[in-house]
Structures are given as C-alpha cells and as structure tokens.
C-alpha cells in the first residue's frame, strides 16, 4: 500500500521563505485579510483530506476503473469515490479559489495549486472530476452572461455539479479546426448541438447531480478553421428555475456512447460524448470559442503540469521508504549495516541518484508551480496594471514550460523511482506502476508536449522577438548581480548565468533560421523547452541555495536539516540533471535537414 | 490492430553486408554448409510465423492474461498461445540452434537471435516460454552430466518441455548471497529442495506436458553468500525412463503458489514457485552453481537487449503507418496536402524526430546485437582459439550494453512512438500503450540496468584495466584509420573519433577515482554505460553509413532507395542521439559527492 506524507515543510517553505507569498497577496485588495497562519492550515488541512480519504480508494480506482451500462448510458465511478467527492464537497474544497459571491472561499490561486498538488499525489483519476469543474468555473467566471453566470457558478462552486471541456472529436484533436460538430439555433436563443466527441475527461460519472459541458462546436454560417468555432455551454440536465435556486430538470439530448480502456487513469472516465440535438447556449461572442476556451485550456494546462508534480513526489516518498527498508547487497565503499546480512540499498550511489532526481524535479517544481500560481493571482487582482501585465507575460510564457517540463519529468521520476524497487516496483500491488501509467497521459492531454514546445518557441518567444523571455532573464540577472560575488554562490551562479547566456544565443540563432524556414522552429522546439526548462528551474534552486546558505550560516551546527537537504538537493541538480541542457543545445542547433530530408515513403 | 512486417530487407542488410555474416560462419567447421539462401529462407520462415501466428494473438494475450487456479495450482494462458506453441514446436523452431545430437537443427546463435527479434516484436510475453527453454537448455549442456543431458535436451530441443531459471526469492533478487531455499542430500543422489522462488518467468502454463526448473539453492554445509550456492535441476513431473524415451511420471513436490499481477506481460505467467521436499538433482560443482547459472543469465541478458530491440522494431513500424495516415494541422514550411483538409503528422518535424529516434535505435540495435550474436558463434566454435578468446571478450564486454542500453532505448523509443499517436496511443486498442508496459520489465529483469552499469564498468572495464575496451577500440581505430581521410565520411568518422578518445580518458579518471573510492565506480556507472553504449552505435552507425555511401557512388540515381535511407538516419543518429553523450560525460565526472553526501535519514 502506498504511502503519502504531505510535503507541508516544503510547501511552507517555497510560499513563504522562496516567495513570500503573503505579502505579495496582501498586495491585493482580495486577499488583504490573509496571513501565514491561514495559509498554513488550508494546506495542512488539504494535505489530511488528501492523504486520509483519497490516497486510500487510488488503488481500487485503478484496478476497478469506471462501468459503462450500454444500456442506460450511465457510468458507475470506483467503490468509495461518491463518498469522498461527498467529503470534498462538504468540507468546501470544491470552491477553495471561486469567488464568494458564488460561493465560494474567496482563496488565492496559490492554495489552488497546492492543493491541486495533493490530490494529483494521491489520485490523479479522482481529482480530474473537481479539476476540470474548477476549470468550467473558471471559463463562464470571464465568459458567461451574467445569467449564465448566476445559473451556473454557484453550482459548480459546491461541486453539486460538476464540468467538462468537449473539444476533440474522432478525426481531429490536435487540429480543432477541422471540429464538425454543428450547432443550430432555435427561436428562443438556444442552440441545437450535433455531434460526436471524444477523450471527454468526466465526461459522464454517478458523483453528482448535474454535468456541464463546455463544448466546441461550428454555427451554420461559421468559416471554416479555428475561426469558425464557437463555445456553448450544455448541461446533461437542462436546469430550470434560476440562480442558486436551479434544479435539474429534462435529460438534454446527449449521452455516453461508451468509456475508453485506457494505460491508466482508470479511476477517471474518459468518455464518448454523442450530442443528438442537445440544447446548448452561447458562451462568449460566436466564432470566438477557441479563444473563450483557452481560459480553460491555460488552466487545465498548469493543473495538468501539477499532476506532474503530485505523481512525481508520491514516487519519490514511496521510492525512499522502500531503499531504506529493502537491504540488498553491500555498500561498494565498505558495509554500512554489518548487524544485518545487506545494506538498506539507500547506501548505493545510483540509488540515491533516482531518488536525488525525483527530489530535485519535484521540489523545483514546486518553486515553479508555486510561482506561477501566485502569478495567476496577481495577473487577476492586482491593483497595479504593470504587475497585471508582467504576471500575465509570465504565465504566458511560463505556461507551455509547466505542462511539457512537469510533465515529462513527472513520467520520467515515476518510472526510476519504480526502478528503485526492482521486479517489485513492476507488480501491481506496491502501486508504482500505476504512478507510471498514470503519468503518462500527462505528456499526451491538453495538448501535446510537442505543441507545447511549438507553443512556447512560435508564440511565446518568437513571436514578440524574445519579450517575455526577456523579462524573465531580467529576473535572472538582477540575483545574479546581487550574488555573483558570494563565493558560496558560485557553484551556482555560474552554470546560471551561463546557462542564461546560451538559452539568450541559442534564442537568436533559431529565431533567425526559423525566419527562413518555419520547420526550423519545430525541429528545435521539444530540445528548446527543455533547455529554457532548466533556465528556469536553474534560477530556483539558486534561490533556495540562497536561503539555505544563508540559514546554515546563520545558524551552524544547529542548522535546521531540512536547509541541509536542500542545499544537497541543490548541488545535486546542478551537477546532474542540468548539464542535460549540454545535450539539448546541441539537438536544438543541429538544425530541421536531419529530420525532413527522409521522403516520407522511406521511412 | 497493430501491424508488424518483417525487416527482413534490414536484416538481411545486417548479416550479409555488414557482418559478412556467411563467410564468418563458414569458417567455423559446425557452420561448414552454411549458405546466404539459408539463413535468408530461415529469417523469412521466422518472420512469417511471428506475423501470423504470435501477432494476432498479442492483444488478447495482454488482455487476457493468465488465471491461476488456487485449488489445482495450475495457471491458463491467454487464448492462443497453446496453439501457437504447438505450431512453433511441430515447425522445429524451439531446437534451432540446438546441437542435432539431441534433436536440434544445430543452426547458428546468429539466426536465433534473428528469430527472438522478430517474436519480441510480435508477442513478447509469448516468446519468454520458448526463450527461457532454450536458456535451460544451454545452461544443461555446458554444465549437465551425460545422463541429465540425454534426458532433458532432446525434450528442451523438441519443447517438449519447457525451461525455467529460478533464482529470485522475497527477500533477495540482485542479492543472491542472501537466499534460503535449502536442498538436502539423499541416499540415492538426488536432492529434496524446500524454499519459496518468486517472479518466475514461465513458471506454471499449460503449453507443454512438463516444466524443467533450474534452481539455485544451498547444501546443508554450504558456505555463507555466493559461494554457497549450488544449482539443481528440479522437473515439475519427476521423468521415468532415460534419454528420447523418457516420459513424465510423478508429479514432483513442488507446485506455483500464485502469479503476479504486473504492469505488462500479462501473457506471460510470473509464478510464485514453493518447493516442499522436491525432488532436484545437482548440476555441475557443489556451490558453483551461480557460475553454472550464469550461462543461462548471460544469454538471458542477450534475449532480454532484443527484446528491446523487438519492441522498438514494432513501436517503430505502427508510429510511422499512423503518422503517414492520419492528417492533422498543416505543414509549417508549406501546405503539403492541398487536397485534403490537413497534412499527415509525418510532415512535423518533432513526429519525424519521434520516429527516427526508434528507427536510428532498432536499426542500430540491430546491427550490434547480430554482431554479438556471430561473437557468440565465434566463442563457442570457431577453430581458432585466438577468435574465441577475442568473441568471449566481446561478449563479456558487450552483455551489459546490450541488456542495458537496448531496453532503455526501448522503452524510451516505445513511449516516443506511442506519444506520435497522440491520446489515441494512451487508448488500449491501438496497441501502443502495451508495447509501452512490456517494454517496462525489460530494464528490470535479468538484473537491472543499474546492475549491468556496475558490471560493465566494474568487472568488464576496471578489472582487466580496460583491457576488453581497448580491444573493441581497436576495431573502431582501425576503421577510423580506413575512412577517416575520406571527406564524404568526414561527418561520421570525426564525431567517432572524438568519442572514442573521450570514452578512453573518462575510463582512466573513472578508474582512478574508482582506486580511491568505490562509490566513484558506482555513482558514474549508469552514465557510463550510456556513453560506451553510444560509441558501439556510433561506430556501427558509421560502418553502415560508409556501406550507403558505396552504394549511392557506385549506383547515383538508380541507387536502392534503402541505402538512401540509411544514410539519411545514420545522419540523424550522429547530429541528434550521439550528441546525449555530452550530457552523460559531464553526469559521470561530476562524482560521487553530489549522491553521497545527503545522509539517508534527510531523503
């Protein structure tokens, strides 16, 4: 059975000591009335409900996976998924980040994110039904009429209902301009919606009353592409009644045709939605949905980057129990256990160094992730519009780098963390290799990493000459500035800056060879992320080394241990995980002829 | 439904126009009548069978899986795989490299090796109960007395009866010094063995009248550790009669306890075996039989590098059939598809890296383990004592490359080829989400590519003072003399060169911190298998890039389009994988400190 400490020491220190999270928010008119104490006992409290009441059905949610029933279309959830999402709601999780006046708590994105954290820790399959509500929330919050917003946003606060975005379809995902899912309109503003979609994470579930579906599809009189698009919203239930008062009323026009077999992720119903005239309503202005949907597609995209994160410290704990437990051959430098017939396999190097790389992804990760969740919060309610602009260049930016960075380091701090247990971590019951199945998808949904790559490389960097990524290596320059001459600093400033100064030429050099030739741009991108990926989380563990020197200093042998790992942890990615970025310059420069001049029919 | 063609063209490449394969086996006096229209007829037998037979039954298999009957112990495999054994047994493939005296077609290691890749890249779960009878039968005939080969080889040839290697127990796997099962001493010879095996391959099934198990276990005044462990052949019916017309007779006292639920193989029974007083018999020396197991280990580790290979072979060949079918977004160098509404994924550059990557890989994979597998030839029987001496010490040397780096880049290479099918590759139908949990093992059994890290650069590198290395630098030197002033080889010899010089002087640091401390050994091993991994590729890589460029001189436009493609992937391989190798050199020199210093009680 796996076991899940919150990382509650962690977390405290990258929002208050790496960040200083409360002051920023306080900031904000919203959050003036926050401080650390509360802070500290959302997380503590979120971290119990994760660890008490879903780490325990993760296994069962795996082996059991979601029922269809072809007959009446309903899908059966796992045994004791009801019960906890009846939990989650009542304890009023669901709206932890919603707005009071729906309801909910009124919370900074920040705790969002931590909490976010936790359950994807704990069980990613569960926590995919609150997580794509919020995201619904979220998009009819910027969208939605004020009528819609009524209806909809109390409901989706408490988690009474729940939400989902409906964007592929069988012949197209990636591609959406090629949806074909028509909507009609009716004399009374309504639309009638046709059409099959596919890969709808929740899309059909017994956790609660109603489900609300975001659903891209086409006008008759729409263009053709991407500009051609609308977004409708379209409940299972049509409601009646209004505002908080709304109770479901008829079954709309759409159903489950069936769920997918999937590697993993079985907890989560991945559904076929087949809408038959469904009544929908307008969401934002027609032709308009991709861009209404990217509200929620930006937000999915960083929680998706979350589970990355989740999966890989779930890994890593259970990782490190096990190699300090499992004894197992000798320690090649001398027997460090002579009481016992083996060593715990914790003395032996490669050993420590899959644990030592899961450690470090996940606690940069959490720097980063924490960050820019605290940038989404001041993109949105800060009083300073130059703060407003700078947040929303940084999760521009930043938001490709979250998804794809946390994502593959998520898959790949599984799979060592399951290596660690040997021909153990390959059977079922130690979990692990459901860590692994489950993480993989993470690389795949919400948009490839590979688009991701394209996104950040054309849209992000390319696009504005570099702007943004500019104003992260200002950033960068001014710690560098203030501890380029710390002689402690700099096993750690070094690599820094020069990695900076190569992230700055590799930049140019694409930018030009892709204004010639746009399959330059994508041969580079996946090498590129990776590189910026490790400028970003480079500029983090130089932060926290910052501090852990600064308290080992400060209080010698007394030093709290937890700065001593951290500094540890720190060498450890600059001396193993960042020097990667040596190969991937070299990918990245290597240019589009290696990977276009093959015809196609001779691959 | 996945599809699968054998590469026959590739391999026949492979054999004929790189290993002059025919000419090598020729000299060895077994091998006398040996002709190209053999082994071509062979490897195109072999290939038919694994498409139409272990192909169309690897879904259900996995699907499927095997059910274990508590109440009789007895396990079912998946729907087929009688049949199929049965058809693979009555067309003689089980003895193809069997010696004739018992019944085999005493064909070269060579060609089994061409079999196995084709059967893993079909249904590796399948082929592990044929594979690991033919490792019982090696191990029998190096180390089996005259009565126990007469009895057991023609029914492991025949397979008859089929083979397993029980060496793992609960509490030790990499371990072996640890393990418990204890075999007492009978008055009439034989043995009565008590002890619990777990994670055996083909344990318990229901393909063939009889299961032969190779068991380590410890004589009552068996030493401590290692050297106290003897190996016992213990048969699941205990045999009356001798030689061809033995029969099965009591059913001895041993019997499969359970089976394992994984993350794949499903197909393939992984057993729990408790032994209580069964009946085994001693093979080879008292407490020399981890020596005597070993021969069953090493061709086991070779089986277990192609099944990496295999599996990248097939991930390959269904990514490149979805990315030239299925259409998606355009082109971002030009529309290449007018016609239709999008281009087809293989237009991408990032698709195209995706694919070359598994095909730079197998094609690679291919060529070095064909190489090791003539080397295996050579060792057993070539008439010249130096060739053997030279072929045992490239197969000492190259045995942890090829289990280690093969089944990293398979399972690298069938995650990037799943990635290529988008979230249709995560859905189980298609097939590539098995390919990827197969996949998973292969790093673990037969020792961990951790453990084959530490054997390469510890007992094949260290221990002779590099003295296996340098032979193989040699080979690579000689060729680099040959071609390295022939400018079209210029891109191939250059990058050759410089690794080789860079593996030399990071052995000699390597080897020089390792003198001081061990742990130095261990902490650089994994990087350093990668790095030497990459020089074998790198020099196979340039052989068959100067065998293209013959062609393409000799040919110009009429050339065969194949050696058009060749060069075209050895260029991708030099510009876009060797260049990992910048990363893993800086990873292994980084040193020990970065694992070790971080007490295990601050993970």
Redesign the interface.
Known sequence: MPIYTPPLRDQRFVMHELLGAVDELKAMPRYADIDADTVNHVIEEAGKFCAEVLLPINANGDAEGCAYDPSTHAVKTPRGFREAYDKFREAGWQGLAAETEYGGQGLPHLLQIALYEMQYSTNQSWAMYPGLTVGAYECLLVHGTKEQKDLYLPKLASGEWTGTMCL?EPH????L??LRTKAEPQADGSYKLTGTK??ISSGEHDLADNIVHLVLARLPDAPAGTKGISLFVVPKFVPTGKGAQAKVGARNGLHCGGI?????IHGNS?CQIIMDGASGWLVGAPNKGLNAMFVMMNGARLAVGVQGLGITEAAYQNA?AY??DRI??R???GVKNPDK??D?I????????M??TA?AYAEGGRAFAYWVALAADKQLHHPDETVRKDAADTMALMTPIVKAFMTDNG?QCA?QC??VF??H?????QGM?QL??DA??N???EG???IQ??DLIGRKVLMDNGAKLKKFGKLVQAFIDEHGTTPAMNEFVTPLADLGDKVTKLTMELGMKAFQ???E???A??DYLRVVGHLVYAYFWAKMARIALTRIERDGDKVD?FY??KL??A??YF??LL?????HI??AR???K?????P?D??
Do not use: W
């Open positions: 592929t197209c995902g990636t591609d301009g090629m596919i890969f997918e077999e999937k590697m993993g991945t490190v190699a300090r197992q051959g320690s090649l430098s017939p083996a715990p914790i003395v032996h190097p490669d050993v420590r160094k644990l030592l450690r898959f799979s399951m290596q040997g021909g971590g390959y059977v079922r019951q290799e692994v199945r993989r998808i690389m795949i949904y490839t990493n590979t790559a394209l030739n746009q399959d741009a994508g041969a991108a996946v241990p001593t790992a540890a942890t060498r450890f001396q193993r020097p990667e970025t040596a190969y070299r990918a290597s240019g589009a290696n990977l276009m001049e093959l196609a001779l691959f």
